[in-house]
């Protein structure tokens, strides 16, 4: 059971970790856990869990502050450290000119400041690391690339289909999922699913929930939504609508599929629409609007998918505040778990704590 705790008003951005929360408030001061650590903060980042980097206020110098030592530093401003740790205190990161108009693809020491190995690659931003190996995209096409600048395969994306709507358009990745059983794993914002084989970069399995794409090589499924990559499994699961569905990536199939509505028409089946879905664990959370909502989303909720049962929901925006001030929960701010807490943040800006305790 989840029980509201608190509410901050005028949080323009959080990030969450371990029951701690760091955000930016409307007078750009950074906070943690309430207590304030700086001003003239812009643009907070986590990193790798040890890390947060922000940019001051007018964007001229980088400041990193690091969980274990609770202490500032600043680092150089031409730096844009990423989440992908290479060696120890060493991340992946973008190194711009001072014009930033170009960049280069550095591994960089945190610690020391200071850049610790320059690759051949310039100007390309990456998606996925591995094994001292990048994914790289752009509109055309998806590569994996060596941190030495080879070039090991390209997959062009024309090949994936236009829609019924739009024939001679071109596909465009939409997330890099994962990397399982030797294929590495996406999904398109034409609602397919590809697995592409990690040594050759040839296709290997083409699942879609796409109308346009039946009578296809496509194999059909119910249709795809927001997909995640579960590490414990190495599996892939969907959430769209109101269907549910595993991927396996080791058989290449659809080896799980059902309606939630269906399958617990009094619990979540009582909402008309379910937007934000996240994967948590054995849970997915969801924004919510009820049967008789018209005034926009107002509720929060978890979802067991094993069980196949909602386990909470909360009526986060009274219907009365929603009508008076058009307060509502929106989309691009999903119902996030850290510790024993959720977070959800409503689009006037007000971040809402819940804890969880336990029924005796």
């Known amino acids: 059971m989840y029980i509201k705790k608190s509410k901050i008003e005028h949080v323009i ?20 856990n309430n207590k304030k650590i700086m001003d003239n903060a812009d643009d907070i980042k986590l990193i790798n869990h040890s890390y947060i980097s922000f940019f001051n206020r007018d964007y001229t110098k980088t400041i990193i502050y690091n969980l274990n030592t609770l202490q500032l530093k600043k680092i150089s401003k031409n730096i844009s450290i990423t ?20 960049f280069q693809f550095v591994t960089y020491n945190i610690l020391e400041d200071k850049v610790c190995i320059e690759t051949n690659l ?3 931003y990456f998606s996925f690391y591995f094994d001292k190996k990048i994914i790289s995209e752009d509109n055309n096409s998806i590569k994996l690339i060596t941190l030495s600048g080879s070039e090991l395969w390209q997959f062009p994306l024309s090949p994936l289909g236009g829609t019924e709507y739009e024939p001679g358009k071109t596909d465009k990745i939409d997330k890099i999922l994962g990397i399982a059983h030797g294929n590495i794993w996406f999904y398109t914002d034409f609602g397919r699913l590809v697995a592409l084989d990690l040594e050759t970069g040839d296709v290997v399995k083409k699942i ?7 009578n296809s090589t496509y194999e059909m ?3 795809l939504g927001d997909c995640f990559f579960r590490p414990s499994d190495k599996n892939i699961v969907s959430v769209s609508g109101f269907d549910f569905q595993i991927i396996d990536t080791e058989q290449l199939a659809v080896t799980e599929q059902y309606d939630f509505r269906e399958a617990d028409p009094m619990g979540i089946g009582t909402y008309r629409s379910v937007y934000s879905p996240m994967l948590q664990g054995d849970y997915f959370t969801f ?11 107002r509720w929060a909720g978890i979802f067991d998918y094993k069980v196949r049962k909602l386990v909470w929901e909360y009526e986060v925006i009274s219907e009365e505040e929603c009508n008076e001030t058009r307060n509502q929960l929106v989309p691009p701010q999903p119902l996030y778990m850290s510790g024993n807490k959720l977070y959800i943040k409503d689009i006037k800006d007000n971040l809402y704590i819940f804890e969880r305790e336990d029924i005796q």
Request: charged share 30%.
């Open 83 to 102: 989440d992908n740790r290479f060696a120890e205190n060493e991340f992946l990161s973008y190194k711009f000119s001072d014009d930033y108009m170009s």
């Open 13 to 32: 951005q959080f990030v969450v970790d371990d029951n701690n929360l760091y955000y930016r408030d409307a007078d750009h001061c950074f906070l943690v």
């Open 287 to 297: 924004l919510g609007e009820k049967e008789e909502d018209y005034g926009g989303i």
């Open 122 to 124: 310039f100007n390309t």
């Open 221 to 223: 499924a119910l249709g």
């Open 208 to 214: 879609s929930g796409n109308p346009s794409d039946k």
